[in-house]
């Protein structure tokens, strides 16, 4: 009979003991060791996290075959793909192979076709090879396996999408969901970073919440991005689309007041994939304003740190990219919203 491991994965931890596997520098990714509360499953695609995944880019100027080689030096140091510049990982999907004993509260089989909704940062994985890399989508394909820990949580890949357009939606699933947990009738809300999967699908979701009476303003890096304005606009996933770097905050602080109407934000939703946005996110929210902070590039010393420094008072939320219902809600966006749908199968598929 197979061994029992920990609830949490930490049996898995080489190095950095008494850590769970997400802090640790090093996890156990050996394939052969079979215990009764784990799954085992055959990966056929990483999506890796997109602020990661621009620092690969940026590091090796776009050289895919560099980046791939990075990528598996990365998983045979440490036994996951945790990029350790952002300290963030991605998400897999693949088809199960092996459902422990001791797993009983689970609906899957094996040969079912699933999605991992926890991050490559904490997840066993083995890389035989990499087959391609799509990095204008942040998706690398792979012959490996990966492993699924008695507390993590997947979702059974939908009947009615493609695996890869399910894929991209599920990477940002917690962005939308926390959205629609977080945003009410009437506020106002501004999502920077809204040209990408996580922001168009943010806005969408804000734009559902806040009713005929609110207001939510997108706003995007600059007018390289103008046809993601457009988009947005168009289909009335936003009510109003501004340009503006992120990164200088007295710039978004000006195009976002101007675009609501001299008034501050009830909200700000940060998916910017770049580092020192975090003042950008909360010099336009009112006191008592909630910023969240879906990107992983997010600096929290900066973000609490520079609040204190402007006097703001607003209350921000760390980018837990799970909530209750999380899967549901954003591929249930795609199935309400067909152009967006329509975008992302010509992007991702």
């Known amino acids: 009979m197979a061994i029992k491991g920990g609830k949490y994965g930490e049996h898995r931890v080489s190095e950095t003991k008494g850590a769970l596997p997400q802090t640790a520098d090093k996890i156990d990714n050996d394939m052969t060791k079979v215990y009764s509360n784990e799954i085992i499953v055959d990966v056929s695609s990483l999506n890796i ?18 980046i791939g080689a990075k990528i598996m030096e990365i998983v045979s ?16 999907i693949g088809t199960v192979s ?9 609906d899957i089989k094996k040969g079912d076709k699933i999605a991992s909704l926890v991050s490559l940062s904490l997840t066993p994985l083995k890389i035989e090879e990499i087959t391609a890399i799509h990095s204008e989508i942040d998706r690398v394909d792979i012959i490996g396996q990966a492993v699924l820990f008695e507390s993590g949580i997947y979702a059974k890949l939908p009947a009615d999408m493609s695996a890869e357009l399910a894929l991209a ?4 699933a917690g962005a939308p969901a926390q959205v629609a947990k977080l945003v009410k009738p009437c506020q106002s809300v501004l999502v920077l970073g809204a040209g990408g ?4 699908l943010s806005c969408y979701e804000a734009t559902k919440r806040v009713g005929p009476t609110g207001r939510v303003v997108a706003l995007l890096r600059d007018h390289t991005e103008k046809e ?29 007041l101007r675009a609501n109407n001299g008034s501050e934000y009830d909200i700000s939703i940060s998916c910017v994939n770049a ?7 909360i010099l336009p929210v009112k006191d008592g304003g909630t910023v969240y902070f879906f990107s992983m590039a997010t600096s929290f010393t900066r973000a609490a740190l520079g609040a204190e420094g402007v006097g703001k008072d607003v209350n921000m939320i760390i980018g837990n990219g799970y909530t ?3 899967a549901e809600i954003t591929l249930s966006i795609l199935r309400e919203c067909e152009p967006l749908r329509s975008l992302y199968e010509s992007k991702y598929l």
Request: charged share 25%; with cysteine.
């Open 228 to 256: 993601q304005g457009d988009f947005i606009l168009k289909n009335k996933l936003a009510h109003a689309a501004i340009y503006a770097d992120a990164a200088n905050p007295a710039l978004v602080l000006d195009e976002s």
């Open 49 to 66: 996290d997109s602020a990661s995944f621009a620092q690969l880019k940026g590091e090796f100027d776009g050289d895919t075959a560099k």
């Open 77 to 92: 140091e440490r036994g996951k793909m945790q990029n350790p510049v952002t300290g963030s990982g991605g998400m897999f």
């Open 275 to 281: 580092p020192g946005t975090e003042m950008g996110c």
């Open 169 to 172: 939606a599920l990477d940002v």
């Open 98 to 106: 092996h459902v422990g004993e001791d797993i009983i509260s689970t």
């Open 197 to 200: 999967k996580s922001g168009m």
């Open 324 to 326: 209750k219902g999380h």
